[in-house]
């Protein structure tokens, strides 16, 4: 029964992990596409009048890929810290 508990537990652990990761990246390919695209339209309208506004924006897209990467990286560790005290809580008390 004991063998079978611990299977149980790593089943549950992979399963809510790849889990997590699968939404987590499709939240966050969304929202970085979403604003690639934005901050290419953008460009394209004003890079003629406004070279330097141009610059800023293709910064600040690479500062938000970066947050973005790094929220996904703090919920996924997070995620799976959770995932495995609840585990052993619940695997404990059965």
């Known amino acids: 029964m004991y063998k079978c508990m611990y299977i149980c ?3 549950c652990i992979y399963i809510c ?3 997590c990761m699968y ?4 939240i966050c390919r969304y ?3 979403y604003m690639y695209v934005y ?4 460009t394209c309208i004003y890079m003629h009048i406004y070279m330097q506004v141009y610059m800023h924006i293709y910064a600040g897209m690479y500062i938000f890929i970066y947050i973005c990467r790094y929220i996904c990286r703090y919920i996924r ?3 799976y810290v959770y ?3 609840y585990t052993c809580i ?3 008390i059965y």
């Open 9 to 11: 537990r790593y089943i």
């Open 17 to 19: 992990r790849y889990i």
């Open 23 to 26: 939404i987590c990246r499709y």
């Open 31 to 33: 929202i970085c596409t």
């Open 39 to 42: 901050t290419y339209i953008y």
């Open 77 to 79: 560790t997070y995620m």
């Open 83 to 85: 995932t495995y005290i």
């Open 90 to 92: 619940y695997m404990h």
